[in-house]
């Protein structure tokens, strides 16, 4: 028999959890405890009945990018690690309920396919694409192991008001629970995440609203991208020449490539977005199908790849020419881009002169980037219409897929950019 012992979560989160439901949608900023809340409300679930929970986000490219971590903790900090077995890929109960990982992304099939899944819970839902959903919302119904109906539980700090997932929580289907929980809801806030927040509150108000009030993200006059980029579907001329370029993914930065092709349009030309390629903590061993497609080292991740990469020239980040070198002698033509100083600011005048740049909807990370992708501001001072001053230095943030497409595209990509202009400008002295 389990021994009694209290799992607290915050009385917000607890009401909300009591009430059988369809699904349950917790968004919100920063602070708020929805993440570790869920996973205390899982594991208490877990004690009192027998159930399978699967556990999920839209990229997982290993169990360490899942909440695997999060429920592991939370079991040592309960004390109750004589009834959980922590396994290396999943963690038993002591009813015999079962804890699975799986990404969404690349694992769409085989998630359509499983059988009793009693509670589904969907991480950084932020990043849940429309297919995503479209699959899993009617594969994740009727009773699981547990014999009960069975729950959609959702978690996200939301960003962008077109996220599919904001669809939900504007418009939440029949029988689904949408609540919002911040910082302030969080009986335990407190300590370095309050100095934090009162930092964040005072020098960047925009981003205050969005990290710690969880709304939508602004999309500032700072965006370098402002109006420059649509996304649509579109076809590819077949005699379209395509560029492939790759930027490694280092610690907590993804792994990002890109497939593209340049398009003479009237009045100038366009940049055309076909394919990406995005993962967390994808390993040297796995850069291969990452790039080509196939299934990972250890089979667990299928890798949809860019079409063509193995036929073409691949230009990546010069930062590493030992992983550049092992991609080599796995048969793909790839080489280093040229980098010098303010090479990223060249390479951003350069995509900036496109009289277009048009990102086809598969490719959902590189969309997000161009929006996101910014200037530094200077709160303190404002312009004539009462915004901070937009700063020409570049936030080195939601730049990844922004890179890469740098890189496919050097040799065209020139020191010629305005930045490039000023420094011989000023090496020749002149007035």
């Known amino acids: 028999m389990a021994a009694d012992v209290r799992i607290k979560i915050p009385a917000k989160i607890e009401r909300m959890m009591a009430q059988p439901s369809r699904g349950k949608i917790l968004h919100g900023g920063r602070g708020s405890s929805k993440s570790w809340s869920l996973a205390r409300a ?12 699967l556990c999920t986000r839209e990229i997982q490219s290993s169990v360490r990018d899942s909440v695997h971590r999060l429920l592991s903790d939370q079991i040592h900090k309960l004390k109750l690690t004589n009834e959980f077995d ?18 969404l992304k690349h694992n769409l099939q085989e998630i359509k396919s499983t059988e009793g899944i009693d509670v589904c819970w969907v991480e950084e839902a932020r990043n849940t694409s429309e297919e995503s959903w479209r699959v899993l919302r009617p594969t994740i119904r009727g009773g699981g192991i547990g014999g009960k109906g069975s ?30 929980i911040n910082w302030r809801d969080n009986p335990w806030f407190g300590g370095d995440l309050e100095i934090e927040r009162r930092t964040c509150e005072r020098d960047d108000p925009d981003a205050y609203d969005w990290i710690w009030e969880g709304h939508c993200r602004k999309i500032s006059e700072a965006a370098v991208f402002r109006h420059r980029v649509t996304v649509e ?11 492939y370029g790759l930027d490694f993914g280092f610690a907590d930065d993804p792994a990002a490539a890109n497939r593209m092709f340049i398009l003479e349009e009237d009045g100038g030309e366009a940049l055309y977005i076909t394919h990406e390629a995005h993962g967390l903590h994808v390993e040297l061993d796995d850069l291969p199908a ?34 550049i070198s092992y991609i080599r002698r796995k048969g793909l033509n790839i080489s280093a881009a040229k980098k010098w100083a303010g090479s990223i600011e060249d390479g951003v005048t350069h995509l900036k002169g496109f009289r277009r740049i048009v990102i086809h909807p598969r490719c959902t990370h590189t969309a997000r980037e161009f929006r996101l992708y910014s200037y530094k501001t200077d709160p303190r001072q404002l312009d004539e ?8 230095i570049l936030i080195d943030r939601w730049n990844h897929h922004i890179d890469c497409i740098r890189y496919a595209l050097d040799g065209y990509i020139t020191q010629r950019g305005a930045l490039g202009v000023w420094r011989k400008l000023a090496e020749n002295k002149h007035p």
Do not use: C, Y
């Not at 922590?86 to 990404?103: A, T």
């Open 290 to 323: 990452f790039l080509l497609g196939g299934p990972s080292h250890d089979g667990g991740i299928e890798f949809e790849g860019l079409p063509g990469v193995g036929d073409w020239p691949l230009k990546a980040d010069a930062s590493a020419p030992a992983t």
């Open 151 to 180: 729950e959609i539980w959702v978690s996200l700090n939301p960003e962008l008001e077109d996220d599919p997932t904001m669809k939900l929580i504007k418009h939440p289907p029949e029988g689904w629970l949408v609540e919002q």
């Open 42 to 53: 899982a594991i208490g679930r877990a004690r009192q009945e027998r159930l399978r929970i």
């Open 385 to 392: 219409r009462g915004n901070p001053v937009i700063l020409p």
């Open 233 to 243: 579907d579109f076809e590819e001329p077949r005699d379209a020449r395509p560029f």
């Open 86 to 103: 922590i396994q290396r890929d999943r963690i038993i109960g002591p009813r015999g309920s079962e804890f699975i990982f799986k990404g």
